[in-house]
Nanobody
Framework: QVQLVESGGGLVQAGGSLRLSCAASGRIFSTDTMGWYRQSPGKQRELVARITSGGSTNYADSVKGRFTISRDNAKNTVYLQMNSLKPEDTAVYYC?????????????WGQGTQVTVSS
């Protein structure tokens, strides 16, 4: 099992910045792909950013150029630097670890951290 604990959420004004952290513990594989998802009321959970064990990244179009995902395997931590925040970025942000072993994919989730951007 893998435990993921997010931190760094909060209330910020539009145009501001926040840095989310996700600390992983338990049976950690450095080969896991790590990601951040978000969900706002009445909407489905959506991918924000993802980073592979090799450092390849991909982002949702809505956050490209504003958000940066990174990982520190030595610290078992994933970060999401969020700049130029907009009210539409308001959501609960969830950390995800995706593990693929042979043909089986397992997803692990954190409990989420609230990000609120005021206009």
């Amino acid at each position: 099992q893998v435990q993921l604990v997010e931190s760094g959420g909060g209330l910020v004004q539009a145009g501001g910045s926040l840095r989310l952290s996700c600390a992983a513990s338990g049976r950690i594989f450095s080969t896991d792909t790590m990601g951040w998802y978000r969900q706002s009321p009445g909407k489905q959970r959506e991918l924000v950013a993802r980073i592979t064990s090799g450092g390849s990244t991909n982002y949702a179009d809505s956050v490209k150029g504003r958000f940066t995902i990174s990982r520190d395997n030595a610290k078992n931590t994933v970060y999401l630097q969020m700049n130029s925040l907009k009210p539409e970025d308001t959501a609960v942000y969830y950390c995800n670890a995706m593990r693929v072993v042979l043909s089986t994919t397992t997803n692990y989730w954190g409990q989420g951290t609230q990000v609120t951007v005021s206009s």
